[in-house]
């Protein structure tokens, strides 16, 4: 069985991401109602846009969080390739969804 690591986060932060994942999660809702009432393409593929946007925001904090914590400790406790491996293999997953 794989072993599931976590990260820290104060309730503050976890609330902030909770909350945008939830309006883009209204947002998903939206352009399903637009497409069950046959709205104009172009305005669907806007929404899109927007939720592709906001996401991008949330994995980018996300990746920022983890760089300065998860890879700063990990640099600090000698297992700095390995973080540094890892967050390269984050990053070409990432800019593969642009």
């Known amino acids: 069985m794989e072993e599931i690591r976590t990260t820290a986060r104060s309730l503050d932060e976890k609330e902030q991401l909770i909350n945008r994942l939830r309006r ?7 352009i399903q109602n637009m497409i069950e009432n046959d709205r104009y393409c172009i305005d669907i593929l806007t929404q899109i846009s927007a939720v ?15 760089t300065h914590h998860c ?26 969804s642009q």
């Open 24 to 30: 883009i999660e209204g947002q998903v809702r939206g």
């Open 52 to 66: 592709n946007a906001a996401m991008k925001n949330v994995g980018l904090q996300l990746l920022e969080k983890h």
């Open 71 to 96: 890879v700063t400790n990990a640099i600090q406790n000698g297992e700095g390739e390995d973080a540094i491996d890892e967050l390269m293999d984050v990053f070409k997953r990432f800019s593969k």
